[in-house]
């Protein structure tokens, strides 16, 4: 496995016999987790697919990071990306797709920088086949934001503080939002993951990859109703909606419960992916 840049790492699968028309998966994680965590997911797609994996990390300090350094470290990425054949522009077309696997908020985020970076610096589109929302995207709330970002904070003596200076931070945010009329940060990230043209051939915009929604109604961090929206909206825009809602299970640990019946899932949506990715690679011979 080889680090593509800040955060980022390839693995790469032995060079198939086979044409496949999915030439990668990209697996943005949750907040904090490391890519050790995330190399148990893309396991399954490597053994199963034989597909190499890009796999993206989000932490807390990438909030502060500038558009600049940000654009510095996804250059990198976008480079392999077109290596692959996975994004495409106005001039050229994909000759293959993407299949993208996101956590959490801390995922969906890293996942929506990553689409605006390409169309806004290079006018791309990163084609993707099928996406799986694994407890995402959420609706920001004071508490869940206090849960997420003290999460990682172990010390017993530091962490009432931080979580009450965090409570301060985030009471004074949803104010100013309230006030402005403005949309949060995850309102932003939940609209831009609707949008069509950040995850197909520009020219041919205007349908939704299929999704996977799995999440739990015991998610402390997510708020199941705001999944279940998103779901809808999405369904509404013309995409292929599954939803697999889970029986007390914690914040992106779906997978640990029952790992047969979550890739069962992953599968059947693995399935119609190839399918819509046969359909881009078939255009990029035209």
């Not at 299970?249 to 693995?270: F, G, I, N, S």
Request: aromatic share 10%; net charge negative.
């Amino acid at each position: 496995m080889e680090q593509v840049t800040d955060g980022v790492w390839l693995d790469k699968t032995p060079a198939s016999t086979d044409e496949q028309s999915i030439g990668l998966v990209i697996i943005f994680g949750w907040m904090d987790a490391s890519v050790r965590h995330l190399q148990k997911y893309g396991q399954w797609y490597r053994t199963e697919n034989n597909l190499s994996v890009l796999y993206v990390e989000s932490r807390q300090r990438d909030v502060l990071r500038s558009a600049a350094a940000t654009a510095q470290v996804l250059e990198p990425v976008r480079t392999i990306l077109a290596e692959y054949g996975v994004v495409a522009d106005d001039n050229a077309k994909a000759t293959a797709a993407c299949f993208v696997h996101v956590f959490s908020d801390g995922g969906s985020r890293s996942l929506k920088n990553f689409t605006g970076f390409l169309h806004d610096a290079h006018q791309q589109t990163l084609v993707a086949a099928g996406i799986v929302f694994d407890s995402c995207p959420g609706q920001f709330t004071v508490t869940t934001a206090v849960r997420s970002f003290a999460a990682p904070i172990r010390n017993l003596l530091l962490r009432p503080i931080a979580v009450g200076l965090l409570y301060v931070f985030f009471s004074a945010l949803r104010l100013i939002h309230l006030v402005t009329f403005s949309p949060d940060a995850t309102e932003v990230t939940r609209r831009a993951l609707l949008e069509p043209g950040r995850f197909g051939q520009p020219s041919e915009a205007g349908s939704l990859a299929p999704r996977l929604y799995q999440y739990s109604e015991s998610d402390e961090l997510i708020v199941y109703q705001a999944v279940e929206a998103h779901a809808e909206a999405a369904r509404q825009s013309g995409a292929s909606v599954m939803l697999k809602k889970w029986e007390n299970t914690p914040h992106v640990r779906h997978m640990q419960a029952d790992p047969a019946a979550y890739w069962a899932e992953v599968a059947k949506l693995y399935e119609q992916a190839e399918q819509h990715a046969a359909v881009v690679a078939s255009r990029a011979k035209l």
